[in-house]
């Protein structure tokens, strides 16, 4: 019998998550983001149950090349652009709008030779300070990319820092506004905006971590009633039961002493298959439905829970790590992260099934 943990990825959660997305920004085009193979869900597993979007959104040009052999016909964006001058070829085969956040890749397009001319968004650094043009230079290299025959159209782009926390867009969008852009297309909404601030939506929309069911904040709270529907759930089993006194010690580090006698399990999860080897003593699991909790450390094939509020758990009872019944954010807060690193660590040797 092959060992018993399991990862789950629904693909109605994709169409539910995705409709809930589409009314959120009624007004604007969506970019489903479906960078790191789809937030480590499998981009092969997942696209077709997105094909309702409007365009896909990634980094990986082998990725890009994926959809379109497997028969994508929509826009694909680039989401950092291009980072060799023969990317562009593989950019104009395969129809693909890129990203351009630096002056080299503006002037790379400029003197390449393209047989059509291709789509470009127009990076602007709002604020983030990670990539993308100054505001006072933007509007020069607008005006020198509309006059750039290697390029169609040309669309502002930019990104929140905050538009998931109290700081909020209002800086960012004071600069974006103060540009008086109208004349192009704007794509600024990353899943914070999508949810809490409207006024972002404008033309595209980049939802990227809302399309897996978990929170842009972190924090399931802040979205747990928005409807959204967890993407992956990962389960595995009890393997062994231990009744301990008190006094016991459990795991590496001994990290964890029993203060009454107790009755713990054993589950087949740690750290080598993406589990948070950071999550300390009383992260959140569920067995056979019931809310319990880790004891001790996480260890590289294996971690243990108490099964004090499930008495009648024992080998081969299920265990689920996150997912349907409990949010990744959640056990992701307890562990010091967010669940955006647990959902794209799942480890390779984690078996997927697709429902």
């Given at each position: 019998m092959p060992r018993p943990i399991l990862a789950t990825i629904s693909l109605d959660a994709f169409r539910h998550n995705l409709a809930v997305i589409r009314q959120k920004a009624c007004g604007s085009k969506i970019w489903s983001v479906v960078k790191a193979n789809a937030?480590?869900?499998g981009l092969d597993r997942i696209w077709q149950s997105l094909t309702q979007t409007d365009g896909f959104a990634l980094l990986d040009l082998d990725e890009a090349i994926y959809l379109r052999e497997n028969g994508w016909q929509g826009p694909i964006l680039l989401l950092e652009g291009f980072f060799k001058l023969s990317d562009l070829q593989i950019i104009n085969e395969y129809s693909l709008t890129t990203a351009v956040h630096s002056l080299w890749q503006l002037e790379a397009i400029e003197k390449s030779r393209l047989d059509k001319p291709i789509d470009i968004y127009l990076k602007l650094n709002s604020g983030m300070n990670r990539l993308g043009f100054e505001p006072e230079e933007y509007p020069m290299l607008v005006s020198r990319a509309n006059g750039i025959k290697n390029i169609n159209s040309v669309t502002l782009m930019s990104h929140f820092a905050n538009s998931?926390?109290?700081v909020g867009i209002d800086e960012q969008m004071a600069i974006i506004e103060h540009l008086k852009m109208e004349s192009l297309p704007h794509c600024l909404a990353n899943s914070g905006a999508v949810l809490w601030h409207p006024r972002t939506h404008r033309d595209w929309v980049r939802p990227g971590i809302v399309l897996y069911g978990a929170s842009p904040s972190g924090k399931w709270r802040d979205i747990a009633d928005v409807g959204l529907k967890a993407a992956m759930t990962l389960q595995s089993e009890i393997i062994a039961v231990h009744e301990l006194p008190a006094g016991r010690k459990i795991g590496y580090g001994s990290r964890y002493t029993?203060?009454?006698?107790?009755?713990?399990?054993?589950?087949?999860c740690?750290?080598?298959?993406?589990?948070?080897?950071h999550a300390p003593t009383g992260t959140p699991v569920m067995v056979n439905g019931v809310r319990t909790?880790?004891?001790?450390?996480i260890s590289m094939d294996m971690l243990t829970v108490d099964l004090t509020p499930c008495p009648q758990a024992d080998i081969g009872s299920v265990v689920e790590l996150w997912g349907e019944n409990l949010p990744v954010d959640e056990v992701a807060e307890s562990a010091g992260t967010i669940g955006y690193e647990l959902l794209c660590a799942l480890a390779k040797r984690v078996p997927v099934t697709v429902i």
């Open positions: 937030y480590g869900h998931d926390n109290e029993t203060k009454r006698a107790m009755r713990v399990g054993t589950v087949a740690g750290y080598a298959d993406g589990y948070p080897r909790q880790l004891l001790g450390a």
